[in-house]
């Protein structure tokens, strides 16, 4: 989850589903394989165009896939620019500056020799996220430095590190202990042997832990992840620095063969990806990258095997349930919530302030997906899964339909239950929250003009262009990572009571490596988390 593509920040709002879509650029997935996108320190940029009042510009371009924000990585490209040669080496010398100063068999020897100090040896510098070496000690006198690093230290990184909460990039956002633990157990008792956790620096951790700990439950795991600072901490088999907006290896053809031999052991029984990717909308190239993966794994299957799919839990909040089921129609939606250590709204409904709005989304059938009585789950005959205690069966819909934990209302106008603060409009003819404008600006498609869908997902508009474009900054008010002039227009559109502010404070500073973890200490925006 988190998100980066806007993380923790995206929210979902009440008012017309939340799906108000605003000016931004879409990314073009499907750009012509002859002319590959350039290169940014990130990998393979994505193609975008630039859409304004639902109507796309002629002119794309390239951008970075895993930085929305300039500040972190600035590349752009006009689509038919043409670069001089030396232009492109420039480029190219920049990239290769930008990548991380060690490699990753450096880092691993490094962790070697680390490992073999004694305990009053072992010093990490909290300025610099890095395990240091006694050779290195000077260079840091000046620095905060942990001292006495242990190896229970060591097995736990997702603790020594601080996480990237910069919302436009890493996102970083930790599994609360409750529902690691949770996930741990799931994987465990649904008897998979290995996970690829994409994204999830801590569950791999404590993965790790569990089989090492533990001899009955031998899971291994192989860590993803654009956070390149993890490399300190494990061999090449157990993590990658990749990137899961372009697929792409930071360190080539040798980490790729890493990934494919995990996927493809056992002739690819006993495994699982687990994701949780930063949340700020690019679902799309997500859902390319996530069946590249898959057909890696295909590879490794016989040919009788051909029907079977790849068990994934994607982790995202529930409101992208439609997206993500437009990618892959056979995963559901779990109503388990996921909640997270360093996100005070996303914690448990009984504990934090909110109840938080990710699940986990999956084509293992529900029924063998067992939620805790303890924490509020029950069972629903009817629907054949685990259910949030208030979320109750509609008899009329014959589900359990509620998305956000709460008892959800049947309207018998609109024929299907809606959130419980929603009532039905007379004059719109469609329920709403109560202080909706009914004469307001109409937030429907641009391209039909009906309500109850958006541009990106009308029928009216080819399935090829629709399901190839994606909004880069924010579907309107669902997003809410914003710019000052964006928030300026929701506010000026609807001035809502319930708003909450929320400051946080991040750090983003790490190994002063790539220019995504280059980052000084640093503020986070506020930002609106819009409730009902
Ligand atoms: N809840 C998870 C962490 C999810 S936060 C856990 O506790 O294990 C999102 C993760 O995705 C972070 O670890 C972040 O570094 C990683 N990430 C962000 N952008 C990425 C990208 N473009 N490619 C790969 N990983 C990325
Ligand atoms: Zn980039
Ligand atoms: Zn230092
Ligand atoms: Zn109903
Ligand atoms: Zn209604």
New binding site residues.
Partial sequence: ????RDGLGAVETEGNGGRSESSGAEVVLSSDPATPAPLCP?GPTLLFVKVSQGREGTRRFYAC??CRDRKDCNFFQWEDEKLSGARLAAREAYNRRCQPPLSRTQCVERYLKFIELPLSQRKFCQRCQQLLLPDDWEKHGEHQVVGDVSLTQLKRP?RLLYP?ENKK???????ADRS?QFLVDLLSTLGFRRVL????????ELIRLKASGDKKSNIKSLL????FRYSQFYMEDSFCH????NHHFFDGKAALEVCRTFLQEDKGEGVIMVT???FGGLVEPLAVTFKKLIAMWKEGQSQDNSHKELPIFW?FPYFFESRICQFFPSFCMLDYQVD?DNHALYKHGKTGRKQSPVRIFTNIPPNKIILPIEEGYRFCPLCQRYVSLENQHCEHCNSCTSKDGRKWNHCFFCKKCVKPSWIHCSICNHCALPDHSCEGPKDGCFVCGELDHKRSTCPNISTSKKVNKYCLHRRGRRHMKMSLKFYRAVRKKKQRKSNKMKMETTKGQSMNHTSVTRKKERRETAHQYLCS
């Fill in positions: 989850m988190a998100a980066p990130h896939s895993a997702s990237l990039t890493n996102a970083q956002y930790l599994f690691c956790c994409v994204g999830t620096p801590r569950l791999h993803l992840d654009i956070d990749y990137n899961m907006f949780d990717p930063p982790i997270y």
